[in-house]
């Protein structure tokens, strides 16, 4: 079964700074899909930004981008530039691929508790 | 833009009683989810749903637990008994066929069991 380990329950930011979140996860599978989501105080989950396993560039959304090593099973998320809105629970979340009938829940990590201090 | 909508924002329940939660899909999708997130806790998947039918489900959903498409436009959850450690926010997702199946979350549901 597929695991999402999030090591740091919280991390800490001075605003226009830049910070990173980590993410490792445990599979068997070659291909998969990444997330990370953002659930501010009004509890709704967003989506971040996500990573495919298959590509090797790492994703980039504005001011967030992940640093993707498969080998390693490794997945941080980069908040650049950081704002007093970036202030959320982040999680990182796991999918396996959609061939016919597979599952298409996502296993998510436990999340990291990020403070950004104006 | 499209979204999923949630109703009630926030159910409070005796110990027992029965709850339905509704969730309103994007309209175009076509695989629905619940999850739950106790407080202070990870969110955990509960199932999915697809053409009709539940296409995996966790060991938390257990007899007490169903969904039903009722109207094609809904997705509901249904907890006949609920028990104190039901209390948790209820996420509704749904999701289309695209390649990497983006799930789109509700703003969840509150329940509180007394």
Known sequence: AQTVTQSQPEMSV?????????????TSESDYYLFWYKQPPSRQMILVIRQEA??????TE??????????????????????LGDAAMYFCAYRSPNYGGATNKL????????AVQP | ?????????????QMGQEVILRCVPISNHLYFYWYRQILGQKVEFLVSFYNNEISEKSEIFD????????????????????????????????????????????????????
């Open chain 1, 62 to 83: 504005n001011r967030f981008s992940v640093n993707f090593q498969k080998a390693a099973k490794s997945f941080s998320l980069k908040i650049s530039d950081s704002q």
């Open chain 1, 107 to 114: 296993i998510f990590g436990t999340g990291t508790l990020l």
């Open chain 1, 54 to 59: 298959y590509k090797q560039q790492n994703a």
């Open chain 2, 63 to 114: 007899d007490q637990f169903s969904v039903e498409r009722p109207d094609g436009s809904n997705f509901t959850l249904k907890i006949r008994s609920t028990k104190l450690e039901d209390s948790a926010m209820y996420f509704c997702a749904s999701s289309g066929l695209a390649v990497y199946n983006e799930q789109f979350f509700g703003p969840g549901t509150r329940l509180t069991v007394l």
């Open chain 2, 1 to 13: 833009e499209p979204e999923v909508t949630q109703t009630p924002s926030h159910q409070v329940t």
């Open chain 1, 14 to 26: 001075q605003e226009a700074e830049t910070v990173t979140l980590s993410c490792t996860y445990d």
